[in-house]
Every structure is written in structure tokens, then in C-alpha cells.
């Protein structure tokens, strides 16, 4: 049976996900492979409708569980319509954000608990777990100062402060230490092309398995 793979992107805000994320589909697709690039919360037109109550307004706007199972309820909806029937097809789904942002976010940073999270991704999704997880390595400060670069509506997150944002930047770090077969750190403290390398070196082995 052909196999999809399912490559996530996580990190904190403003690091570059969604450019290199690009630029990895883009690459893939040179190699003649089939590629869906898709994004959390969001990548399904429900899910769409959930990242606006997620990312936009004030920050205390959710409790903790609720904003989780918002998030929760954007992933069933996603991978249903999106990502499973691609994973389904044999096709590489790229994908900016996955579990493991509501792992740190949710679980960590908002002290819902990662067990918590973990048992919730098990109920709702089988533990759907990411083939590789490419967690881009930027300090908090320089992340927030690109991401306000961006305006628009969509900062509920950025408002959170930067203590928040500094607590995200360890729990990711801590996370490519407590799961290296999946998750690769990699840095992001530099040019485009320079940080792209990096992501398809950690995608070769991948490409070379059957
Ligand atoms: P984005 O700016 O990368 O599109 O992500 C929107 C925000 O959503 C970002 O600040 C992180 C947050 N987020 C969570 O808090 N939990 C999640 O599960 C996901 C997918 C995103």
C-alpha cells in the first residue's frame, strides 16, 4: 500500500513556518511528489471558521479548556475533510502547526496539562502523530518583533506578552529533546535559503525510505 506522510512545522510566532513551509511543498513537488500544504488551526473550510474565533479578539476572550477544545474540534474537522483522505492517497501533507501546538500552547502555557491533550488526541483522533516534526528555533523577542511586521486582525496570540511567548520558546525546545526520533530543532536564526537547507536535510531520510 502506498504510504502518505504527514510533516509538521511548529515553533512559536513570527519564526517563518508558513515560508518555509512553502518552500519545502515546493521542492517536494520538483521531486514529483504529490503534495498538500495546509495549515492549523484552519485547512478545512469549518476549520477555517473556528481559527477566527481563535485568532482574533482579546486574549482572555476563552477559558484554557474551551480555547483547547476549539482547537480540538479545528483538528477532527481538518484531518477529516483534508488530511486523512490525502495521508489516504499516498500524498506528502505538509502542515503549519499540528498536535504539538496544543500540546505547548494549551497544555503547557495555559497549564491545561499535556497528559490532558494527549488523551483528548487520542480519543478524538487516534493519536494521529506526525512521520516528522520540524520545530524552527527562534528567541521569542525577534519572533514577536516579525510577527507585529504583519499587522492585520489575527493577533489574539501576539497580545499574549512576551513572557508567555518566552514560555512557548522552551516548551518547544524542550519538546525536540523529549521526542528526538520525531522532532528535529532547527535554526531559524538566519536567511531563508540558509534555514530551508537545514529542513531538507532533515527531510532526506524520508525521501530515501520506501
Ligand atoms: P499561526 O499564527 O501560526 O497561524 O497560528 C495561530 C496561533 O494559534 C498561534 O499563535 C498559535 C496558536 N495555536 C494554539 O494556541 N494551539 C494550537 O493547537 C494551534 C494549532 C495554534
Known amino acids: 500500500m502506498i504510504k502518505g506522510r504527514l510533516i509538521t512545522l511548529e515553533g512559536g510566532e513570527g519564526v517563518g513556518k508558513s515560508t518555509q513551509a512553502r518552500i519545502l511543498s515546493d521542492r517536494l513537488r520538483e521531486q514529483g511528489k504529490p503534495v498538500v500544504l495546509t495549515r492549523e488551526p484552519g485547512g478545512s473550510p469549518s476549520a477555517e471558521n473556528i481559527r477566527r474565533l481563535l485568532v482574533e479578539g482579546a486574549p482572555e ?6 480555547e483547547t ?6 483538528r477532527v474537522e481538518h484531518v477529516a475533510h483534508l488530511i486523512q483522505p490525502a495521508l489516504n492517497r499516498g500524498e506528502w501533507v505538509i502542515c503549519d502547526r499540528f498536535i504539538d501546538s496544543t ?23 487516534a493519536s494521529l502523530m506526525p512521520d516528522l516534526t520540524l520545530i524552527l528555533d527562534l528567541p521569542a523577542k525577534s519572533g514577536l518583533h516579525r510577527a507585529s511586521e504583519r499587522g492585520g486582525k489575527e493577533n489574539r496570540y501576539e497580545q499574549m506578552g512576551e513572557d508567555f511567548h518566552i514560555t512557548v520558546f ?13 522532532c528535529r530543532l532547527i535554526d ?17 531520510p524520508l525521501l530515501e525510505a520506501p
Open 69 to 74: 477544545l476549539l482547537h480540538m474540534a479545528a
Open 170 to 182: 522552551n516548551a518547544f525546545r524542550a519538546l525536540a529533546d523529549k521526542e528526538p526520533q520525531r
Open 188 to 204: 531559524a536564526d538566519g536567511p531563508i535559503e540558509w534555514v530551508s537547507d537545514q529542513i531538507w536535510q532533515a527531510i532526506m
Open 103 to 125: 500540546r505547548v500552547y494549551q497544555g503547557h502555557v495555559q497549564a491545561v496539562g499535556e497528559d490532558v491533550i494527549d488523551k483528548m488526541h487520542e480519543i478524538t483522533l
Open 61 to 66: 476572550r476563552w477559558q484554557p479548556m474551551s
